[in-house]
């Protein structure tokens, strides 16, 4: 067995929370420091139980190479089977806590380090970043220490274990542990050393802590810094040691003039003695206040000198002076209300699972910025110390969350005192490490673990130890209550997937004084986001409602390797995990290659930072409009801003718009430029004035339009002829189903559980999936034919059992040629009855639309089309299909509704042999009730009579 560990297995014991690991601290870079990344010879075992000490430091005939970072449940094991295995709220095995399973796979890496010779007068610290779950350290057969929390450092003191020249490290990893039980978090269950591992030489007498405190005063437009930098010695404290402390503003001038202090040595001094540390506070008289819009940064050096004045260590850190309160139902920052523009992100990667690279991190906040997201909470986890690097330098507000969710035993470990001591260490060690980053304004106390006993004392521990931010916590609203419960938790109301109307109530009943900022919200589940726009209406209208953080920003589809050498994204029970919670997985606003899924248009438009709103009447007369920034801080000089004007035929005009610098949070009304007659609709668009670390000048960032015609002619094309037997429109009720209207792949969730959407069910029980939309519904059609064209003229009676149906509308087929459209409606992308506001009217062009989610089901529609037109561009041939009364939603796609109803997987489809055209008249909402709300009454389809028209030619 391991040694030393092995006989009392700490693993499966939840109060054991480390051994021999140093404490927390700040990030400190001003060591010398070697990379121990790259290979690893790993050998792996069934559990911990079956390690024998040989394979710490004996042959290793079974191991093979892994890279590290990563997650053995991605790479290549020689034989052994540790696959990855996806759970959301069960754990992947039998309880109670802490009780685990037999099977407990297990790795013990190895590799070799030389130490040079001039480290050897100091002292060498080991760090692992990161090892899923638990991990036991070992220096040349020598046990040194054991770490839990798998989203934290730990790091270790391997000094006396070293040796001249070869090192042997080995790392032994156990997979489950009594924490996996606080880690049960709605992600892929992973393996391995998935953060960077490496060693670093310290001297004997160094700076062992640098916490940072600042603070801004809106009112004067001065702020402080105030520094403690903690020293250890290397043996007995001594005498003579000073600490020298400087602050250089963001344009690299001195502010003030260092400040030095001697270090405290006489520690047995009781009731005077506060440690090994010394203070330095700088006032800033004019600061420049960091931000999210204007993130300054000002350097803190911290220099330790000894008795003869030589400097021993130096470290620098980047700060950022600015205060974060709620007051008044609202929450501040540097005195003013911001919106929370926010997304959940997890780490992942399609290849490399929770291994991300800084490079990843970076692609991702850029892929944020472009679509306006601004606020970030770190579900449900702390990141690597880069992402907190960037989101300073960068400008994001993050929400950092502890790494605790007990989601399986959600009301019970809370109250556990076992785990008591483990809920305190992972809440406060992200403090220690992570205080000194202006970008985390929040504290979050972790997620969906109830609420008892230990988060008091976290919220506790943290109160004492930074006063300089608030403290984020759902459970404990959603246990003790919106209005003033769970206090002692959490200064927010935080909500997961409220109604847009519990939200409206809590803003108007003005209770309270907390703002109410929802953790999560708006399912990004498959084709979903339904009613984002309509949130955000109640938000900007209500005071106390400040935004949110959309799940979530990517799915988590693994890239696997199949039989025959392809491969596709999977997904949770592909890769044989039971039990498995599906594809509840794959909820991403991005795909897992981090491509924008549609509903990514809209989350742009409801977080853009500038908004214009205007009477049609007067905007038809080139009046003028309300322009709002939306900004707390930044002007919009940075912007640039167009008017275009639209017509049924296209782009009218484009001019060039000249706006004041309107100031944060103000609106002004601005006359519009002359414009021609024959507009249907007025846009007005916002693009960056020259290139920003996020996109290049010319970048659209925010966008609006008025309509001024809602009936416009509809001008024929000339040389239209009927389109004879190539269009015979058949009768439509149903579509691919979307996940919010049920989970077709785990069906006992919404039949036994009730949980997520019940439409499917009831579509089910109805027939509207399998038969025949005739059978169903009444439905006469008159047809005028003429030598140009052919109108159809529908009539649909849907009775009373058949309400809330999935569409209305007709289908025809046409042959795979047809692969350009063009059309008069909202675009360029996909879009819905509820998901259509950041769609504009215009004329669009694109391709046939391939399926963007990782789940078939119903994609593709255009809503509120005048005319549509779809071109075999062999044979110039165009079939046009033009509304004769109301606009219609229309969509050209590869699959009928059954194909995508029957799909379990993008990549099972077979390629199509041809296009499916379908012309609604209704078409259902989108919602996002895979986990929240339903669709709002007024996106459904309720029984009663529907009548449409449409006019199709072919144009040759």
């Known amino acids: 067995m391991l040694p030393v560990i092995g006989p009392f297995a700490p693993w499966a014991d939840p109060t054991v929370v480390q051994i021999g690991r140093l404490p927390a601290h700040t990030p400190l870079r001003g060591f010398r420091r070697r990379s121990l990344d790259g290979t690893f010879r790993v050998e792996m075992f069934e559990s911990p139980g079956l390690v024998p000490a040989s394979a710490i430091t004996g042959s290793r005939r079974r191991a093979v190479d892994v890279a590290v970072p990563g997650n053995w449940t991605m790479q290549e094991l020689g034989g052994f089977d540790d696959l990855p295995h996806y759970t959301n709220v069960q754990m992947p095995f039998d309880g109670p806590p802490p009780e685990l399973p037999d099977r407990n796979p297990t790795a013990v890496y190895r590799r070799s380090f030389e130490v040079p010779t001039s480290w050897t007068a100091g002292r060498v610290v080991l760090g692992v970043e990161g090892a899923e779950s638990v991990h036991a350290v070992y220096v040349n057969g020598a046990f040194v220490g054991y770490g839990t929390d798998s989203r934290l450092p730990s790091e270790y003191d391997v000094t006396s274990h070293l040796r001249p020249g070869t090192n042997e490290l080995a790392i032994a990893v156990v997979k489950w542990s009594a924490h996996s039980y606080i ?100 006032a800033v008289k004019k600061a420049e206040p960091w931000s999210a819009e204007r993130p300054d940064r000002y350097e803190v050096r911290v220099e330790l000198l000894d008795r003869r004045g030589r400097s021993r260590h130096v470290e620098s850190c980047l700060v950022g002076l600015r205060t974060v309160e709620t007051r008044d139902r609202q929450l501040l920052v540097n005195g003013q209300p911001v919106w929370i523009f926010g997304v959940n992100r997890h780490d992942h990667h399609p290849d490399r699972g929770k291994a991300v690279t800084v490079d990843d991190i970076r692609d991702d906040l850029v892929a944020m910025r472009r679509l306006n997201i601004s606020a970030i909470r770190t579900s449900h986890y702390p990141n690597r110390d880069e992402f907190y690097d960037l989101c300073d330098e960068l400008g994001f507000y993050v929400v950092d969350e502890s790494n605790i969710e007990s989601h399986g035993y959600n009301r019970s470990l809370c109250e556990d005192p076992r785990y008591r001591q483990a809920w305190v260490e992972r809440g406060a060690r992200m403090v220690q490490r992570d205080r000194n980053h202006p970008s985390v304004i929040i504290w979050s106390l972790g997620n969906e673990s109830g609420y008892g006993v230990n988060h008091d004392a976290l919220a506790g521990w943290i109160r004492r130890a930074d006063t300089t931010r608030p403290l984020h916590y759902e459970d404990a609203v959603r246990i003790e209550g919106w209005d003033d419960g769970g206090r002692a938790a959490t200064d927010l109301v935080c909500p997961m997937y ?158 060039r718009w000249k706006v004041p610098a309107i100031a944060p949070h103000s609106a002004v009304e601005v006359a519009l430029p002359a414009l021609p007659t024959g507009a249907v609709s007025v846009r007005i668009e916002w693009t960056t004035a020259g290139d920003t670390w996020f996109a290049a000048a010319g970048h659209l960032v925010a966008w609006d339009e008025i309509v001024v015609d809602t009936e416009p002619v509809v001008p024929s094309r000339p040389g239209s002829q009927p389109p004879g037997e190539l269009v015979t429109p058949t009768l439509s009720l149903f579509r691919g189903p979307v996940d919010n209207d049920g989970f077709k792949l785990m069906p006992d969730l919404a039949r036994r559980l009730r949980v997520g959407g019940q439409a499917l069910a009831a579509w089910q029980d109805t027939g509207v999936d399998l038969t025949a939309p005739e059978q169903l519904v009444g439905h006469t059609v008159t047809v005028e034919h003429d030598a140009t064209g052919s109108t159809y003229r529908h009539v649909v009676d849907v009775p009373t059992e058949l309400g809330d149906l999935p569409r209305v509308g007709i289908a025809f087929e046409l042959p795979l040629a047809f692969d350009r459209l063009r059309w008069f409606g909202r675009g360029p992308g996909e879009n819905y009855p509820d998901r259509n506001r950041g769609a504009m009217l215009g004329v669009w062009e694109r391709g046939i639309d391939l399926l963007p989610y990782l789940v078939p089901q119903e994609f593709g529609l255009r809503t509120d089309c005048r005319w549509f037109e779809i071109t075999d561009a062999t044979t110039d041939r165009t079939v046009r299909i033009a509304a004769v009364d109301a606009t219609l939603h229309v969509s050209a796609v590869g699959y009928d509704a059954g194909e995508l109803y029957a799909g379990a997987s993008a990549f099972d489809l077979e390629p199509p042999e041809r296009v499916v055209v379908h012309v609604d008249a209704a078409h259902r909402g989108l919602g996002t009730a895979s986990c929240g709300p339903d669709v709002l009454d007024r996106y459904r389809l309720p029984a009663g009579v529907y009548e449409f028209s449409y006019r199709v030619s072919l144009i040759a």
């Open 498 to 655: 409220p109604t847009i109307d519990e939200i409206r109530s809590y803003g108007e009943r003005g209770v309270g004084d907390r703002p109410l900022i929802m953790c999560e919200y708006s399912h990004a589940m498959g084709n979903s986001n339904g009613s984002l726009a309509d949130y955000w209406d109640v938000i900007v209208a209500t005071d106390g409602l400040q935004g949110g953080f959309l799940w979530e920003w990517k799915d988590h589809g693994l890239r696997q390797r199949l039989p025959d050498g392809s491969t596709r994204l999977a997904y949770g029970g592909q890769f044989g995990d039971v039990p498995h919670d599906g594809n509840f997985v794959a909820d991403g606003l991005m795909s897992a290659d981090l491509d924008p899924h549609p509903a990514a248009v809209e989350l742009a438009w409801v977080y853009r930072p500038v908004t214009v709103t205007g009477d049609s009447g007067t905007v038809a007369s080139s009046g003028t409009v309300r322009v709002e920034n939306r900004r707390s801080f930044a002007d919009l000089r940075d912007l640039r801003a167009s008017v275009v004007a639209v017509g049924i035929d296209g782009e009218l005009a484009r001019r």
């Open 183 to 282: 880690e049960d978090q709605d992600h892929w269950w992973m393996g391995g050393l998935h953060r960077p591992v490496w060693i670093e030489s310290r001297p004997p007498t160094h700076l062992a802590d640098i916490p940072i405190r600042t603070a801004y005063d809106a009112a004067t437009g001065s702020g402080t810094v105030s520094v403690d930098a903690f020293v250890s010695f290397g043996g007995a404290p001594e005498a003579g040691w000073t600490v020298r402390t400087t602050l250089v503003d963001p344009n690299g001038r001195p502010v003030g003039s260092p400040i030095s202090g001697d270090v405290p040595h006489e520690h047995a001094r009781p009731y005077r003695f506060a440690g090994f540390s010394v203070a330095a506070e700088f």
